[in-house]
């Protein structure tokens, strides 16, 4: 008797895939695109087994196609993710997140005193690594920098 010891999912005929996303940063991702209220098909697994990143998550979006503002959001969170489009069953675009150099609008400053988060100021970041290789944002305007634990969407 052959044992299954794969789960087969449905293929998506129009879409995007989002893979290797780290396991902890799964339910982060759905929230920062709203997939909780969306109206399309989704599909996600956590905690699958990688063998480049040992546990990892994926998400299938059916009918959806993302602008640079949400791969930024992305790439915060889930910066070794790989995005797939799907246009009639077939991959018609493939490839790996960016972290931009800057992101406006998308993150809220964490300094409480930040002009940001007093006025009507749309925020500014400018993205750098610090020397151990981990994301920092560096607010345009507080001169503070931020790690991925303070990071708040807007």
Not at 8 to 20: E, F, L, P
Not at 36 to 49: A, C, I, P
Not at 85 to 114: A, M, S, W
């Amino acid at each position: 008797m052959n044992k299954r010891t794969e789960l087969k999912v449905s293929a998506i005929r129009n879409g995007t895939v989002i893979d290797h996303i780290p396991a902890e940063s799964v339910f982060q991702v759905f929230k920062i695109l709203q997939l909780d209220s969306t109206d399309k098909q989704v599909y996600f697994g956590t905690n699958l087994e990688s063998k480049k990143y040992g546990k990892k998550g994926i998400i299938k979006i059916s009918d959806t196609f993302f602008k640079p503002r949400e791969t930024n959001k992305i790439a915060l969170v889930a910066p070794n993710a790989t995005l797939i489009e799907i246009k009639d069953y077939e991959v018609t675009k493939k490839g790996n997140v960016r972290l931009p150099r800057q992101i406006d609008e998308i993150v809220r400053c964490f300094n409480p005193k930040c002009v940001t988060n007093n006025q009507n100021v749309p925020t500014s970041f400018r993205v750098t690594k610090d020397h151990n290789g981990e994301m920092k944002l560096f607010c345009k305007y507080c001169e503070k920098t931020m790690g991925k634990e303070n990071i708040e969407f807007i």
